[in-house]
């Protein structure tokens, strides 16, 4: 794929969008295309399209104009999707549909094809934002544009400690803190730091984990009281997973919570020798070999037994 303006002349709409429920990379990935955009082509109405961001972003410039409302009837010259396929874009999947010209920029191995006319995906790629700052020019990039960009790659390779970063994602991390941001400080606010009530869910998380199939596998859920009890959102639950990756002796570990009756969203991780993003699959989720998440319906029991067959058979292979 070309630079994005060279996939982008002629367009007088442009509309960028990542998946439900985005994540840091999803955030830093849309919001550093589209501050390089807006930037780049101030004559082209550029619109993103986000569920609402989780606060801990708000240190992106211009997060404020991200649009969560999609009730507007507008059909796009091009449509970007990013950090995701286009069946998982929400609401924003319509303009997708409508667009004249559409770009898909991906990292997923669940949807290594890509869903684009245009298509720039790389399952090797540490994340959706190493692969945007790729389709830059890089002397139009500022500093704004490097922070938002970093964000995204730090939440996916975990502060560069997960098996997806690369001498490539080490080197585009090192031209973005060029531009001379507080990179320490965007990892502690962004990353590491957590409200008192999100370490709350945390410690219950544990307290509540079940090791199976000998130690290594470990599960833990929460469900739709006690989120309401902690006044809890999604957001607040991020990195539960990643700590019950990392108990000693576990192999792949599974945190879900409750978003409607008999219905759970579910993440993974494993340390190596499963693959989630397969299991995801089966169940019409996807994303990493190493990290991947989707929805399941039933029980909490009926879930755990669900995924449980699909791990045994790998841990056993």
């Given at each position: ?10 367009a007088?709409t ?13 955030i ?19 619109d993103i399209?986000l ?36 069946d998982?874009?929400?609401?924003a ?50 500093a704004?544009?490097a ?11 975990g502060?560069?400690q ?7 994602t ?39 984990s079940?090791?199976f ?6 599960v833990?859920a929460?469900d ?10 999604p957001?607040?639950?991020?990195g ?19 978003t409607?009756?008999?219905?759970y ?11 989630v ?19 399941l ?10 995924l ?10």
């Open positions: 794929m070309a630079k994005i303006l060279e996939e982008l002349k002629g007088r442009v509309a960028i969008s990542g998946h439900v429920r985005p994540d840091g990379d999803c830093g990935s849309c919001m550093g295309l589209y501050l390089y955009l807006k930037k780049a082509l101030p004559e082209v109405r550029t399209y569920e609402q961001p989780s606060r801990i972003f708000s240190c992106i410039d211009r997060i404020e104009e991200v649009k969560t409302d999609c009730s507007e009837d507008i059909v796009y010259d091009a449509f970007i999707a990013v950090d995701t396929a286009s998982r874009l929400g609401a999947e319509k303009y997708f549909k409508t667009a004249k010209r559409t770009i898909n920029v991906d990292h997923h191995i669940s949807n290594a094809k890509g869903c684009g006319q245009i298509n720039h995906v790389d399952a090797a790629a540490s994340s959706a934002s190493e692969l945007v700052y790729d389709l830059m020019e890089e002397e139009l990039v500022d704004s544009i922070k938002a960009i970093y964000i995204g790659i730090i939440h996916d390779t502060v560069f997960y098996s997806n970063t690369s001498p490539r080490l080197m585009t991390a090192a031209k973005l803190i060029s531009y001379g941001f507080d990179f320490s400080r965007l990892i502690d606010e962004t990353f590491y730091e957590k409200t008192y009530v999100q370490n709350q869910i945390l410690g219950r998380a544990l307290l509540e079940i090791l199939m000998d130690g290594r596998c470990i833990s929460i739709r009281k006690t989120m309401d009890f902690y006044n809890a959102a957001g607040d639950l991020d539960i997973v990643s700590q019950l990756r990392i108990i000693k002796g576990v192999e792949c570990a599974i945190f879900m919570y409750q409607g009756p008999q219905e969203k579910v993440s993974m991780r494993s340390n190596g020798r499963v693959d993003a397969a299991v995801a699959s089966y169940f019409g989720g996807g994303g990493h070999i190493r990290a991947a998440g989707c929805t319906q039933g029980t909490y029991y009926d879930c755990i037994n669900n449980s067959l699909h791990i045994e058979k790998q841990l056993e292979a």
